[in-house]
Structures are given as C-alpha cells and as structure tokens.
C-alpha cells in the first residue's frame, strides 16, 4: 500500500446528492486516518493514503481489540511476577 497525497484538484466538491443516492450509505473506513470513506474507493480524501479495500469498521473497534489483548498480557505479566515473588519466599 502506497502513501501518497493526491494532486490537488481545484474542481474538487464534495459528493451531490445525486452521488448519495447512486452509491447509497455503503461506506467503510480508511486504516489509516479512520476516516468514512466510499467503501470503493481508492484513496482516503482526508489524509490522501492510497490503499486495496478500505476496512469496513471503523479502526477504533479494532484498536480496543488491540487494546483489550495487551492487557490481558500485561495483567498475566505481573500476575507472574507476583506468583514468583510469593513462591521465593
């Protein structure tokens, strides 16, 4: 996945409503900038990352699964630790 900005394009507006209706409310997120994109789209409008398939939920349910494992690991850590301690003594 390449990282570019798209050239800027002083005819850029934003999508009619006539686009609305067209592409529905099918919309995904960019993996970069967790921003709501058309769920075909090829680049990300609000940081300009270029990428295959934008991710169909938002980054922030996938950055609390992230979230909730490396807690688990560090509460196993230190509940290690702790075993260790007491069993030293």
Known sequence: ??????????DHEEPSIE???????????C???GAEVWDDA???SDCGA?????SPEPPVVRDMKRAWRKTAVLV????FVVLVIVLTR
């Open 31 to 33: 993996p970069t900038c």
């Open 42 to 44: 090829q680049h990300c």
């Open 19 to 29: 686009d609305l209706e067209r592409f529905g409310h099918q919309s995904a997120y």
């Open 50 to 54: 270029y990428f295959e398939m934008a």
């Open 1 to 10: 996945m390449t990282h570019r900005r798209p050239v800027d394009d002083e």
């Open 76 to 79: 196993g850590a230190v509940a």
